[in-house]
C-alpha cells in the first residue's frame, strides 16, 4: 500500500533551518510529484512548492521563494523539505502529499515544526 | 481564491449537510476536466481526500458522501451525518498555481 512517513518534531529557534523528510513506498517513486504543505495553528493548508520526481524540476510559492528547498533521494525513495530563516510564524504542521495530478492522493503524517527562542 | 461557506456548521446526527465552495474562476482544465478537490481533516490527523474531480469518490469513503457542481460553484453533500464525520473539511483547486484551499469548514454534532 502507498504510505508517506515524514520524520519527527522539530524544535528550532528563530534564523535556524529545518530538513524534514518524507519516505515514500508502495509505488513507482518517479512516476509522482511530491507537494509540501503547511498548516498553521488552526489555519488552513498553504501550498510551498514541489519536486518533479522524475527530472527533480522544482517549483515554488512566490512566499517561500528564497527560504525553501525541495530535493529528492531516488535510490531511498524520499523526498526532502528544508525551510531557512525560520521565524515564530513558522510553527506549524508540514505535510508531504503525493499529485496524481491536480490533486492530492496519499499524505505524510505530519511534522509539527515549533520555532521559539 | 476559494471561498467556503458556512464556515461552522453543527449537525443533528443523521441529519443531511452540505458545504458550499467557490471559486473565483473556472476550475475547468484545458483537457475537460474540473479539479475540484474535498478533503477531511479529524482532529490530530492529516488531511484526507474525500472527492475529485467533483464527484468522484476515493476508495473507502461512504456513499453518504457526495459532490456536485461545475465552472465554479460546488457542493459537498452528506446524506446522514455520523458522529465519525466530525472534522473540518476543505475544498481545493488544483488548475492554477499556487494550488489554493477554501479556508476549511467545521463540521460538529448538535
Known amino acids: 500500500q502507498v504510505q508517506l512517513v515524514q520524520s519527527g518534531a522539530e524544535v528550532k529557534k528563530p534564523g535556524a533551518s529545518v530538513k524534514i523528510s518524507c519516505e515514500t513506498s508502495g509505488y513507482t517513486f518517479t512516476n509522482y510529484a511530491l507537494h509540501w504543505l503547511r498548516q498553521a495553528p488552526g489555519q488552513s493548508l498553504e501550498w510551498m512548492g514541489y519536486i518533479n520526481i522524475g527530472n527533480s524540476n522544482t517549483k515554488y510559492s512566490e512566499k517561500f521563494q528564497g527560504r525553501v528547498t525541495i530535493t529528492r533521494d531516488t535510490f531511498a525513495s524520499t523526498v526532502y523539505m528544508e525551510l531557512g530563516n525560520l521565524r515564530s510564524e513558522d510553527t506549524a504542521v508540514f505535510y508531504c502529499?503525493?499529485?496524481?495530478?491536480?490533486?492530492?492522493?496519499?499524505w505524510g503524517q505530519g511534522t509539527l515544526v515549533t520555532v521559539s527562542s | 481564491v476559494m471561498i467556503q461557506s458556512p464556515l461552522s456548521l453543527p449537525v443533528t446526527l443523521g441529519q443531511p449537510a452540505s458545504i458550499s465552495c467557490r471559486s473565483s474562476r473556472s476550475l475547468v482544465f484545458s483537457d475537460g476536466n474540473t479539479y475540484l478537490n474535498w478533503f477531511q481533516q479529524r482532529p490530530g490527523q492529516s488531511p484526507r481526500r474525500l472527492m475529485y474531480?467533483?464527484?468522484n469518490r476515493d476508495s473507502g469513503v461512504p456513499d453518504r458522501f457526495s459532490g456536485s457542481g461545475s465552472g465554479t460553484d460546488f457542493t459537498l453533500h452528506i446524506s446522514r451525518v455520523e458522529a465519525e464525520d466530525v472534522g473540518i473539511y476543505y475544498c481545493?483547486?488544483?488548475?492554477?498555481?499556487?494550488?489554493?484551499f477554501g479556508q476549511g469548514t467545521r463540521l460538529e454534532i448538535k
Open positions: 474531480k467533483i464527484l
Open positions: 481545493m483547486q488544483g488548475i492554477d498555481w499556487p494550488p489554493t
Open positions: 502529499a503525493r499529485d496524481p495530478g491536480g490533486s492530492y492522493d496519499y
